[in-house]
């Protein structure tokens, strides 16, 4: 099946090294993304706490071009573009008024029976079982803190991902690969996101707490599926060293950068060595 | 009937300050069929009642309409009077001239005219009344008690005692309920086992009660009065009348690791077992899932160390017959599970608090057994995961209670009290510990209650904080929790060595189930219906079905027993008579004209309508037929409705009668 892939603006900007640790990875399980032609912004954090509609209709216009284009399974790497499609899915589902409303607003007539999916779905659909027999570097070394942060999980009448509190996919995903992932606390605690921004000491202190509480149940790594957190665990970290005057020195890899490095790809190719923490 | 006086009601100023009473008497004089009609000030005052036996003598009545309130306020009484003066009460009728008119309208002509109006439908109803005769029904005098908790041993007792005999089951090896388990009560701190065993030792050896633990109720049959129970005795492969219950079998058990039910896994006990010391009755059973013998024909150390030879391995369920008149549903409570795995999506559980994943996260039951004398560990609370003493303990109420999102939207009542309960435990046994309770509301209404809260905080120094817990996480041995004190605004983060969360009670497993059986109602949650909620609080909407205890709302221990006493006395109203007298209204079905289609059968609510044969007194069979059993109906009408030939017909509310009253408005 085509599976059209829509990279919002992060991975075509801030972490284009995580598109480029995807489409390495994916592209070796032959799984080839198509990203949606003239794609616009999801209205992330901004379209929602101004304009309702507005951050209805901004996914709604990438909804109806994937129905357009003829995709039936669409990939949104970042946790909140995933999110804000799926909400915006939803509600048009729920309510005919409001989709025929939207549809009119963008343009093009959106059914919602596009299916959203984040990478971890991704893998999933590949397979365990495959992944597991595609290994060639098994990871025996690592001992992943697998991060999912607040959205990728949540809120959980939306995303209908997992279990909101306890998560486990992402440690199965890495159980596969033959890394170790510790058991810990912050899994599904907030990085800071979009606060790095306007009040920069809070996403120090946040991200933080989450990479010591990661180092002290024994990680070595922490993994994540999210552009955000990678940029405020990984860009940030020599700034949470700075003004916490400690030393954490953890690298923190994209979900697909371990499944790259398994299946035998070069550190290089995946992008892990623009990372900042190495 | 053509001789029926009307009696015009003023009820004081209710009914007259917005109705022409006077007005509306002479314009009843003139309604076909009516004989005398006459208003007065309160006609269910005594010499109101008196005009009433006056006229029907005086006048030669055949049929009264009285004009008043509504029929579940006095339809009795005045039925009753009609009675005492030589009617048969089932012609009188009433027209709700006050709650139907007079106190939801304004306008005095117009509400007179719809007085009017009323009082004719009502005359034509009473035209076409028929005198009806009260159903009588036999009486078994005995009672069915469903549980052995302390509900349940309160209302078998109470009926025992009475002079009647009762059948108790129960589902668990040992009656004593969830009671038996607590440690000490609120707000008196009294042992619980002191107060309960006595009373499980009296239902034992009670000469009246009847005692099958380990079974449960398989069917159910038969109506008020005449109930036919068909009880499962499960296997409990050791025979209770050869049984001693000397302990040689469970202390040679090999297998002695296995979870234990009564102390909610916070101990363990062997394969074969007794739940604790003081059970009753004090005879073991094997658990079939566990037991060496059963499972593959190995061990089999305590059949020979069995001097009494009680141990059969070759047990079977039995299934026994019990007649009943009467039954008392005291099956109790379970918690709600706080974690991940949960039988409705709309109980999301609270995966944050990490109950099943931190050992030292336990729920309120599980801390009783820890800090009961009788407990896994002697009454010296130690935490699950190491034995140590926890020096500070965080108690979490309303886990699952009052969130409308991924609980349950009811107060479970009973947790504030048992929370203040437990930090005050903690505090007798842990001197130098610490004592942290998270609450919403603190709901302590009863006697001696609120003072108990009090005490908890201020002499036992317990901190409590007004806000939630967001997270419990897990960090060098220590639980960290983390919450809000909404009445500071400040966040709150508390390093714990054990956590108590007070989960929401439910009803107990398999309620759904048993009241299906039982044909009585059960809410949203399953706990048990009431047939009113004021007026009739252990009845319930099957005549001769009572209920007791947390099966019907969460409920404490004093609460608890009331509800059984008053179930209790319900039962003996009941079998003090020979013979149960019944409303006469029920629905009759025509057998000369009915079709035999019987899509009646499965639409009647009640199970009182019976495919049956129509025999000449010789016995040949003339055709089939359905049959009304006049001691289930409950007279709703629902077969009315459905029956396609109209042979179904409701007695004293027929299809005819409610035609003509239709037709006496056009």
Known sequence: MRLGYYPGCALHGSSNDYE????????????EPEEIREWVCCGATAAHSLNHKLSIALPGRNLALAEQQGFEEMLAPCPLCSMQLLKASKLIKEDDGLRREISSIVEGEISGRVNVLNLIQVFQQVGLDRIKGAVKKPLTDLKPACYYGCLLVRPPEVVKFDDPEQPSSMEAIVNALGAMPVEWNFRTECCGAGMTMAKEETVLDLSHRILTDAQQHGANCLVTACPMCHVNLDMKQYDIERSYSVVIKLPVYYLSDLVGLALGISREALGIDRHFVT | MSRIGVFVCWCGENIARTVDVAQVADAAAQIPGVRSSVHYKYVCSDPGQALIREKIESEKLDAVVVASCSPHMHLKTFRKTAQRAGLNPYLVEMANIREHCSWVHHDRKQATAKAIEIIRLSVEKARNDAALQPIRVPVTRRALVIGGGVAGIQAALDIADSGHEVVMVEREPSIGGKMAG????????????CILTPRMVEVGQHPRIKLYSYSEVEKVEGFVGNFKITIRQRARYVDVNKCTGCGECWNVCPLKRNRSEFDFGMGMRPAIYIPFPQAVPARPVIDKSQCAKLIRNGCGLCEKKCKAGAINFKDEDRLVEESVGAVVVATGYKLYSIGKSQPKATLAGYGEYGYGKYKDVIDSLQFERLVS?????????????DGAIPKSVVFISCVGSRDNAKGLPYCSKICCMYTAKHSMLYKHKVHDGQAYVFYMDIRA??????????????????????????????????????????????PVTIEADLVVLAAAMRPADGIEELAQKLNIGYDEFGFLLESHPKLRPVETNTAGIFIAGACHSPKDIPESVAQASAAASKVQVMLAADELTREAEIAAINEQTCAACFTCVPTC???????????TPKGAFVKNTARVNPGLCMGCGTCVSVCPSKSADLQGFTDQQVYAMVESLA
């Open chain 1, 20 to 31: 480029q640790s995807l489409r390495a990875c994916l592209g070796k399980l032959e799984v």
């Open chain 2, 182 to 193: 607590l440690s000490e009560t609120f707000p008196t701190l009294d042992c619980s086992q």
């Open chain 2, 373 to 385: 004398a009788s407990g896994p560990t002697g009454g010296v609370l130690k935490r699950p995961s």
């Open chain 2, 445 to 490: 209404g009863g006697k001696g209650y609120e003072e108990f809260v009090r005490r908890a905080i201020e002499q036992d120094g317990a901190q409590y904080y007004r806000g939630r817990v967001s997270k419990i996480t897990e960090e060098r041995g220590k639980l960290i929790v983390r919450g809000a004190d909404t009445l500071s605004g400040t």
């Open chain 2, 605 to 615: 609510p009640y199970h009182a309508i019976e495919r049956t044969e129509v025999r």
